[in-house]
């Protein structure tokens, strides 16, 4: 039987444009000889701030998968990716070590995406992944009827993505958006969904 290569990551959301806090992850990304970083969206505050948040990955020869957030467009996270050799995971997915990402960016708010687009969303990236020993689903926003939901009274989970874990039952879903449940784990049915936070969680698959 062919021995499966272990993976690493650190896996972090809502840095909001924080120069330093970036250059922390990526040191700590370093330290930990993590295979792949993933940034699970509002890398950004409101778009301005797009400078010096990828390059310290980088510049630690650090594989960056990114999705956008509430506080970025989807054209900006492409834009970041391409300039980075970065992938923008937002309706895509990839593979490594055997291990399939598919993901969905933005969030459940009006003029971004509703719960049946986000669905779709990560049907049409998880489709790719299915012959991969592990699925990790990425997204912004949290599941509905969650425990991480229950942190916040106006950052309402999505219906879309609790749908996906439910009919996909991906082994992990890595998600932000909330702030006060910044490293909270739970577990939905088969899957381990876990709020990275700012300050970023180690994973090991």
Not at 34 to 62: M, N
Request: proline content about 2%; glycine content about 8%.
């Amino acid at each position: 039987m062919e021995k499966q290569n272990k993976l690493k990551l650190l896996a972090a959301s809502d840095i909001h444009g924080d120069v330093n806090l970036a250059k922390k992850l990526a040191l700590k990304a370093e330290k930990e000889k993590v295979d792949l970083v993933i940034l699970c969206g509002d890398f950004t505050q409101q778009e301005a701030s797009v400078e010096g948040i990828i390059g310290p990955f980088v510049k630690k020869k650090k594989k960056v998968i990114l999705i956008p957030g509430n506080h970025e467009t989807v054209a900006t996270a492409d834009f970041l990716a391409e300039m980075y050799g970065a992938t923008n995971l937002h309706g895509y997915s990839i593979k490594f070590n055997n291990i399939g990402f598919f993901g969905c960016g933005l969030a459940n708010i009006p003029s971004q995406l509703d719960e049946k687009e986000i669905y779709d969303i990560l049907k049409k990236g998880f489709k790719y992944t299915k012959n991969t020993r592990k699925q990790i689903m990425v997204t912004h926003v949290h599941p509905a009827d969650s425990q991480i939901e229950k942190f916040s009274d106006f950052v309402h989970g999505s219906e879309g993505v609790t749908k996906a874990i439910k009919q996909f039952k991906p082994d992990f879903l890595l998600c932000g958006h909330v702030h006060e449940a910044a490293g909270i784990e739970e577990k939905i049915g088969s899957t381990k969904v876990i709020n990275v936070g700012r300050n970023g969680k180690i994973i090991d698959l």
